[in-house]
């Protein structure tokens, strides 16, 4: 079984910048894919931002040129740095993995439980 912990979500003021982390531990054979999706009360979860193995990343327009997604291969962790933070981008954002736990599996998709990041004044 593989876990993704998350961490570094909280409330920051409109401009501010935040953080998060999430880790994965457990039976891992290879990772792909790590990335952000977020939920916002009464809207679909949607792709925040993900990055392959090889380092190709993607983005949501709306948060383009705000934040970064980065990956830590050796730590199995991935990264969000979220700057000038708007109101519109309050919701639960959720780490996602694919990942193959044994040579011979199929990789499939985790998730993390969630962080909750509000942005208010």
């Known amino acids: 079984q593989v876990q993704l912990v998350e961490s570094g979500g909280g409330l920051v003021q409109p401009g501010g910048s935040l953080r998060l982390s999430c880790a994965a531990s457990?039976?891992?054979?290879?990772?792909?894919?790590m990335g952000w999706y977020r939920q916002a009360p009464g809207n679909q979860r949607e792709l925040v931002a993900d990055?392959?193995?090889?380092?190709?990343?993607n983005y949501a327009d709306s948060v383009k040129g705000r934040f970064t997604i980065s990956r830590d291969n050796a730590k199995k962790t991935v990264y969000l740095q979220m700057n000038s933070l708007k109101s519109e981008d309050t919701a639960v954002y959720f780490c996602?993995?694919?990942?193959?736990?044994?040579?011979?599996?199929?990789?499939?998709?985790?998730w993390g439980q969630g962080a909750q990041v509000t942005v208010s004044s």
């Open positions: 996602n993995a694919l990942v193959r736990d044994t040579p011979l599996g199929a990789a499939r998709a985790y």
């Open positions: 990055m392959h193995s090889d380092g190709i990343t």
């Open positions: 457990g039976r891992i054979f290879r990772i792909y894919t």
